[in-house]
């Protein structure tokens, strides 16, 4: 990024106080918005502070019917909203579309369950206190700064600012330098179906926008980047003891057992792996099949990635890389596999022809290398054979990253998905977790904490309230100065009735 005024397809530049986003394939001039400066921040955290009062005392009612009218908004200007992704971003037209859907499912299961997940309810109690009732709702905690990624400037900010606003929540939202025109499509559509008040802010610029964003005074911050910067946005929010939610990166791996199907698993291996031009958080960079089908999947796998198509077009199948930056980084690491003494049996050096990386896929690499140890985020993937699934499943859960998976067999295959140290993981398929929208998405480890999606990430965006609510007097009187000896015998007795078993 630069703001020079010197332009390179796809690296935003700013211009007398204007992010100027561009095409990645073109270099064409996609979207022209005002920088937000620390005045402007602070200017869209007080006005969503303001409409806080007002999108609370809808209640879940008022807040499903604006968000479900929300996703209609999307609906019907769907084909506007996957062009702009294209456009912007480079992603070819189907995964726009797929993107897109999986977003607006998220917005409709959010505005439907939050009543049932955050609502006030009934809860046990105990016989000790049995003169109490108890009570327990979840408060939204005010307004919440999201700060989103480029790779999926949809679904990935949706799965927070949906589940924050459906919790009662106001947001202010700092899209990515590389895609603030698709972020700014989602707040101007959002302010169309709810035009009331600025429920949603949105603020543009770089890096130092979002720094402000945290410093501002929101009541959490929801940050979706690379684990580096997740961790200066958490030093940064403990200064304020303000709460934050990371989804960092990953380095998925993808296990294929000796009865899986292999036809199916190169399949989704190819698309998990290459799909969005390897752009994926939870992309599968890292394949460890059984010895017995290492050669069979192997071929499989380098036939269907060798088939992809790779080019600007809007129906391609890979796109060009969204931030140029990252070409370095695919190169590098395909350069160290090779230098490693790995191989490439698709691809290699020559994939990388900038704006594009076509798709590579390498075996013999060491585990050691920087090819299987870092974030590589491109079409690129490594293959190992190994003796058994307990070793795949030891060298999947080597790295400190913990974000998805996936296995591929019939018989131990739940088995071996509850054995990798991972937030989420498909079976017999890949990255079909995200799309499903009771399923809670988010890591362990280097790869974040905190969950967005389903019911835990509603209640990510809530404070728990506890209420004890006292309906007849003491029978024993114990939370008093009032007690007595023989309260005090009662209190023994019910313990030894209670509590006194061993089992």
């Known amino acids: 990024m630069t703001s020079s005024g010197v332009r390179v397809s796809g690296t935003p530049v700013i211009e007398q106080d204007q992010l100027i986003s561009t095409s990645p394939a073109t270099g064409e001039e996609v979207a022209r918005l005002p920088v937000a400066g620390p005045e402007q921040v602070a200017e869209a955290v007080a006005a969503a502070r303001e409409a806080a009062t007002w999108w609370r005392e809808l209640g879940f009612t008022g807040r499903r019917r604006r968000l479900l009218a929300w996703r209609a908004t999307l609906v019907r200007r769907l084909d506007e909203l996957t062009l702009l992704m294209h456009r912007e971003g480079?992603?070819?037209?189907a995964d726009a579309l797929v993107e897109s859907a999986g977003a607006i499912d998220h917005i409709a299961w959010a505005a439907k369950h939050a009543r049932k997940v955050l609502g006030i309810r009934r809860v046990g109690g105990t016989l000790l206190q049995s003169e109490y009732t108890a009570h327990l709702e979840y408060q939204p905690y005010g307004v919440v700064g999201v700060i989103g990624p480029w790779n999926y400037p949809v679904l990935t900010?949706?799965?927070?600012l949906a589940y924050a606003l459906a919790a009662g929540n106001t947001v202010v939202f700092k899209p990515s330098e590389y895609t603030p025109g698709v972020g700014q499509f989602l707040a101007d559509t959002f302010a169309q179906a709810v035009p009331e008040h600025p429920v949603f802010g949105i603020v543009h610029g770089l890096g130092d926008t979002g720094a402000e964003l945290v410093s501002s005074g929101v009541d959490k911050i929801a940050f979706t980047g690379s684990t580096r910067t997740g961790k200066r946005v958490l030093a940064a929010a403990a200064e304020t003891l303000t709460p934050v939610l990371l989804e960092c990166g990953g380095k998925d791996a993808l296990i294929v057992t000796a009865d899986a199907d292999l036809d199916a698993a190169a399949e989704a291996a190819v698309w998990g792996a290459m799909m969005n031009a390897g752009q994926t958080c939870v992309g599968i960079e890292r394949i460890y099949v059984v010895e017995p089908v290492y050669e069979a999947f192997l071929a499989k796998l380098t036939e269907r990635?060798?088939?992809?198509?790779?080019?600007?077009?809007?129906?391609?199948?890979?796109?060009?890389?969204?931030m140029p930056?990252?070409?370095?980084?695919?190169r590098r690491h395909i350069d160290a596999a090779l230098a490693d003494g790995g191989r490439a049996v698709l691809g290699g050096a020559d994939a990388v022809r900038p704006p594009f990386v076509h798709p590579t896929v390498l075996v013999d690499v060491p585990e050691t290398s920087a090819a299987v140890c870092e974030e590589t985020f491109g079409p690129t993937v490594t293959v190992a054979s190994v003796a058994d699934v307990r070793e795949a499943v030891a060298k999947a859960n080597a790295l400190p990253y913990g974000l998805g998976g996936a296995v591929f067999g019939k018989s131990d295959a739940m088995a071996v998905a509850r054995q990798l140290k991972s937030g989420m993981t498909s079976i017999n398929s890949t990255i079909s977790f995200a799309g499903i929208p009771s399923l809670p998405f988010g890591g362990v480890g280097d790869s974040g904490f905190g969950r967005i999606h389903g019911a835990d990430g509603l209640r990510e965006f809530a404070r728990p309230k506890a209420i004890a609510k006292r309906w007849m007097p003491s029978v024993v009187k114990v939370l008093t100065f009032d007690r007595k000896p023989r309260d005090a015998r009662l209190t023994r007795l019910a313990l030894r009735l209670l509590h006194g078993r061993r089992s």
């Not at 990635?305 to 969204?322: F, N, Q, R, S």
């Open 305 to 322: 990635a060798g088939a992809l198509k790779v080019g600007a077009e809007p129906e391609a199948d890979i796109g060009p890389m969204t």
């Open 325 to 330: 930056g990252q070409i370095d980084v695919v």
């Open 157 to 160: 900010p949706v799965g927070s």
């Open 90 to 93: 480079g992603k070819p037209l």
